[in-house]
């Protein structure tokens, strides 16, 4: 049998890209999509993409609209028109349909959500497909979009743009990190019977939230991160999941432009002495010298937390956000001490561009552990 084909309609949206690039990871095969495959007059192109999936996730949807009527008229539209491309195709691909716990309310976001998911399950009814009908909680993660996907989101950016953030309703909310999400949707995938209950192709499956958390104590520990990591350098507690999973999202908001970052330098008639890592977690901490010319990592990690602290030589250190073509490029010279950090999910390396011997101090949150890997391998 060959490898399973996917396609998610919203790929390149918060989760979608998440799930594009976490199944980048596994044995499938990533059909892609484009925005465009939605719009009037391209409904041939459509039917191609459902006839080449065996399972479709679909994400595409709009979240916010000052006009409710057009959210709900977009959002049901979508599923008409994905339902009316199969039929068409005379395909009956696996459908994993993103609703939310909105569902319940009255709003007309919930009951678009809900009407969606509805008008999927008599089409699998009527045809003997299968269909998972999602109802997910909130979401969060690195790369959300502020002021849109959450108030995690909104926050982090906030508090690394200069903007002082305001509650405006201290509930307590039902959260999800975005790649314990895709994991799951990953598990439906290649297993449709991952979870028990399903009845005629049709499953209603409610995501689990793993955590609850109250807005103000969301705000607590992102400002928390502000004074203790960007403020001065230092690592907090990683240890709790929500807290590293709330630390990760937090990094991939800080500016471009605060990196390569300068250590305080302690000097007197000695010489110098640098802190390189201030930390409140485990972790461990090593050094490599690299001759000119030569370039090492290019690899990205998923959960870890990572410091490159060049002391000697001049070096090159390239990020680049997987999903992407762009490089950011930081130059360090060790006569005046700095660093920078590793965001997940981005691939980065380091290169000596001097004509000197380059040492670099790494520190990492985890140590290498072979049953649980957590560095990927691709260029820059």
């Known amino acids: 049998m060959g490898k399973i084909r996917v396609g998610i309609t919203g790929q390149h949206g918060f989760v979608g890209s998440h799930l594009s690039n976490f199944l980048g990871l596994k044995d499938v095969e990533l059909v892609s999509f484009q925005k ?29 609209h000052e006009d409710s009527q057009v959210l709900y008229d977009t959002n049901v539209g979508l599923i008409n028109q994905l339902i009316a491309a ?51 909680p ?30 405006n309703t201290d509930s307590e909310v039902s959260l999800i990190y975005v790649s314990d999400l895709v994991e799951e949707i990953y598990k439906l995938i290649v297993d449709p019977q991952y979870v028990m209950g399903r009845v005629k192709g ?20 992102l400002e928390s991160y502000k004074s203790g990591y960007l403020d001065n350098g230092a690592f907090p507690d990683l240890r709790d999941p929500f807290e590293k999973a709330l630390f990760n999202t937090y990094r991939c908001y800080v500016p471009e432009s605060y990196y390569p970052h300068p250590f305080k330098l302690n000097i007197d008639n000695r010489g110098q002495f640098v802190e390189i890592a201030r930390t409140d977690t485990s972790g461990q901490t090593s050094y490599s010298t690299t001759v000119p010319g030569i370039t090492r990592g290019n690899h990205f990690h998923t959960r ?77």
């Open 304 to 380: 870890k937390a990572e410091r490159f602290a060049v002391i000697k030589g001049k070096a090159r250190i390239q990020l680049r956000k997987i999903g992407t073509e762009d490089v950011i490029n930081y130059y360090l010279d060790g006569e005046s001490p700095s660093y920078v950090d590793m965001p997940v999910w981005y691939t980065h390396n380091i290169t000596n561009i001097g004509q000197e011997e380059l040492i670099t101090i790494f520190w990492i949150n985890e140590p290498f552990d072979p049953s649980s890997p957590d560095t990927y391998f691709v260029e820059v």
């Open 36 to 64: 465009h495959l939605f719009d009037e007059g391209n409904s041939d192109q459509l039917q191609k993409f459902v006839e080449n999936c065996d399972a479709v996730v679909h994400l595409a949807a709009l979240n916010r």
């Open 86 to 136: 199969c039929e068409a195709a005379e395909v009956k691909p696996h459908i994993l349909f993103s609703s939310s716990t909105q569902e319940e309310n009255d709003s007309l976001y919930g009951r678009s959500k809900r009407a969606g998911r509805l008008a999927l399950e008599s089409w699998a009814e009527s045809t003997q497909a299968v269909v998972t009908g999602l109802v997910i």
């Open 202 to 221: 049709v499953l209603r499956y409610n995501i689990r939230a793993p955590y609850k958390v109250r807005v103000s104590r969301i705000l607590e520990l």
């Open 138 to 167: 909130n979401v969060f993660g690195p790369f959300g979009r502020p002021f849109y996907n959450s108030v995690v989101a909104t926050f982090c950016y906030q508090l690394t743009h200069g903007m002082e953030p305001r509650i």
